[in-house]
């Protein structure tokens, strides 16, 4: 009797305990719909013991223009129980029990996730909740050409889907920030549009390689809601023809450097964007010794519509140098090449210590379509020592009636020295004076690209022909 009682509460207990337990039930297609919100198992908020040697796998599809966020809670207690995630990316995340207890994933829209939960051990247990979320019909814009530069920062499209269209397929490129926090890995590139993609791709997995679309339309969305300082280069992707690869970058008020590494053979494109600011500011460049090196800084993004900035090799230049404008490309030719980089102006470029050298460019000159026309920059040389002032202008092209640019070097009484004023295109023209200060001033809508330069005036006074006076005169004298 005592034994039959004994054994009649051990068959109770082990019911009371089964009934704790769930079976493998499901999600039927109907529950998933935007808004709902799912618990699983058996309905349950807080996390439910696993039946041992439970094997189930259950399927999270979203449907069209909808997500879902599946936060997954454990407390897994044998070695060998694991949940297993696997998304439509070729994702597999393996949850453990050292794993954290709340696990967040993000399934795409019309994709499968699947989230297989192994148990052995009867003290594990498990829930899941899946919200059902939906995405705002896609934002469509088309790409545009020529001197802009196509580029969306990653916090504009949190939970916006944006669908760009080009007459060809599309290349996107990741410009990475500096900060070392951004994550971005729930960001999804989605080669066609949105309903009926070609395939979709997670962001992640192109930080070293471009994505290139076969569609001549990228549809672009992050679904979760984790800060990210990192933006999205889009370019058609004809504009690599002759590219090893593009490379992005985007840039804040903290000096970047910006390593490249382009092979004999190579020639890498790499495109700088401003985070915010309408201008970057280079402080360093460090180029290769080898003979074939090239690497030139060119406005745009690289095409045949860029226009010379600075010739590395070539030009005469001091660092920093201002770019009053929200990007440019540096291309970067068998060598490897640091840059560093910010958009943070520092409040002395302006005054001049000693002899330096650099160029002048007005926004126009990056983009025809730069709203910003009016520029009164002033260089101001402090020194003791009298020096000239010299501004070659390389290329002005006006492009309204009422353009005008004009060059003015004063002395230390404000007292000017030249005064140059242009008004028609030209190349070529030179202003040379002694002066303590530059004056530029552009209006309306010019396009230029001047090289400045401070130097001795001592030092210039040996010019050539001098030196050949003078060595005449030794001549004279030695005889
Ligand atoms: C499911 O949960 C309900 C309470 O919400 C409970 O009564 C029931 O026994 C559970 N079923 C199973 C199979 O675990
Ligand atoms: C789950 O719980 C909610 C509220 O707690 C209830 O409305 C719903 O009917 C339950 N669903 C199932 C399948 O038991
Ligand atoms: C559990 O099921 C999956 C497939 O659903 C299978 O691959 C795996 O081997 C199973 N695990 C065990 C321990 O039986
Ligand atoms: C996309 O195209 C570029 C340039 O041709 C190439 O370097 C890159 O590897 C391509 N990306 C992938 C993922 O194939
Ligand atoms: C270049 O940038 C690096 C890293 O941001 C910094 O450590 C270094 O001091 C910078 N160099 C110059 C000359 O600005
Ligand atoms: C341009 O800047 C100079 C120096 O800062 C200033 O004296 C002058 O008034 C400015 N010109 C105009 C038209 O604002």
């Known amino acids: 009797m005592r034994i039959v009682s004994y054994a009649f509460l051990l068959i109770l207990s082990n019911l009371f305990r089964f009934s704790l337990q769930f079976t493998c039930t499901q999600i039927s297609d109907r529950d998933e719909t935007s808004g709902s ?12 013991p696993i039946p041992s040697n439970f094997n189930c796998t259950y399927t999270i599809k979203p449907p069209k223009l909808v997500f879902a966020q599946i936060t997954v809670t454990n407390v897994l207690s044998g070695a060998n129980d694991v949940i297993i995630v696997s998304d439509g990316q070729q994702k597999t995340s393996e949850i453990r029990k050292n794993s954290p207890n709340k ?45 802009n530069l196509n580029y969306v920062t990653l916090s504009s499209i949190q939970k916006k889907p944006l669908s760009l269209s080009s007459d060809g397929p599309i290349t996107l490129t990741l410009a990475l920030s500096s900060y070392l926090s951004d994550v971005f890995d729930n960001y999804f590139l989605i080669d066609g549009d949105m309903d009926n993609p070609k395939s979709i791709k997670r962001l992640v997995d192109f930080q070293l390689s471009n994505f290139n679309t076969s569609s001549n339309i990228v549809s672009i969305v992050g679904l979760d809601e984790a800060v990210s300082h990192s933006t999205l280069i889009l370019n058609p992707s004809s504009q690599l023809n002759g590219f090893s690869k593009f490379r992005g970058f985007t840039v804040d008020e903290t000096n970047r450097k910006i390593e490249v590494k382009a092979e004999n053979g190579e020639k890498i494109g790499v495109m700088i964007v401003s985070n915010n600011i309408q201008q970057l500011v280079l402080n360093r460049i460090e180029l ?19 226009m010379t900035l600075i010739d590395f090799k070539s030009d005469d230049y001091s660092l920093p140098q201002l770019f009053p404008y929200p990007y440019f490309s540096i291309i970067v030719e068998n060598c490897d090449a640091q840059f560093n980089i910010t958009n943070s102006i520092s409040s002395d470029y302006y005054n001049i210590e000693s002899d330096r050298s650099g160029f002048i460019f007005s926004p126009i000159y990056f983009n025809s379509e730069a709203t910003n026309g009016y520029m009164n920059i002033t260089f101001t040389y402090n020194g003791e020592e009298r020096r000239r002032f010299s501004v070659d202008v390389d290329r002005v092209t006006f492009g309204s009636i009422n353009s005008e640019l004009d060059i003015n ?16 295109n030209q190349e070529g023209t030179r202003s040379r004076a002694l002066g303590s200060y530059l004056n530029v001033q552009m209006y309306g809508s010019t396009a230029a690209r001047l090289h400045w330069s401070l130097s001795s005036y001592s030092s210039s006074f040996f010019n050539l022909p001098f030196i050949i006076m003078l060595s005449a005169l030794m001549i004279m004298i030695s005889n």
Do not use: H
């Open 37 to 48: 919100v799912l618990n699983i198992p058996n309905n349950s908020s807080t996390p439910v």
């Open 288 to 306: 290769g010794e080898e003979n074939n090196c090239k690497s030139v800084a060119i406005t745009g993004p690289p095409t045949s519509d860029s």
């Open 409 to 424: 070097i004063y002395d230390s009484d404000w007292k000017k020295t030249l005064s140059t004023v242009i008004t028609g």
């Open 103 to 147: 696990m967040i994933f993000y399934v795409f829209p019309q994709t499968t996730t699947t989230v297989n939960v192994q148990n052995f051990d009867d003290s594990s247990k498990f829930q899941m909740t899946i919200d059902f979320i939906s995405l705002p019909k896609p934002e469509q814009r088309t790409l545009q050409k020529g001197q």
